[in-house]
Nanobody, 119 residues
Framework: QVQLVESGGGLVQAGGSLRLSCAAS????????MGWYRQAPGKQRELVAT???????KYADSVKGRFTIDTNYAKRTVYLQMNSLKPEDTAVYYC?????????????WGQGTQVTVSS
């Protein structure tokens, strides 16, 4: 029912920029937060950036000052502007939406988009 589709990934040289987009559909309930997570091969999935319905944001220390999360809740869309990319940013980036359903907060995930940063 709920679908998240990421786009904007690709190959970029170190120091370059990419902008990821995630469009959500099939959502009826309120959204508590939207965000981005990433997972490199052999590593755990980690938070990159999230933004709540009250516009509070969280960033991984490794991306602070370089990445910016933005949302358009009316369009059910979340963006991640990635600047000054580093090779260590290489990962599959996953869109996340956390809903408010009664007393629960279910999470939904996109299939991921590959970001590769060359040195």
């Amino acid at each position: 029912q709920v679908q998240l589709v990421e786009s904007g990934g690709g190959l970029v040289q170190a120091g370059g920029s990419l902008r990821l987009s995630c469009a959500a559909s099939g959502i009826i309930s309120r959204i508590n937060a939207m965000g981005w997570y990433r997972q490199a091969p052999g590593k755990q999935r980690e938070l990159v950036a999230t933004i709540s319905s009250t516009d509070s944001t969280k960033y991984a220390d490794s991306v602070k000052g370089r990445f910016t999360i933005d949302t358009n809740y009316a369009k059910r869309t979340v963006y991640l502007q990635m600047n000054s990319l580093k090779p260590e940013d290489t990962a599959v980036y996953y869109c996340n939406v956390r809903l408010s359903v009664g007393t629960t907060e279910p999470d939904y995930w996109g299939q991921g988009t590959q970001v590769t940063v060359s040195s």
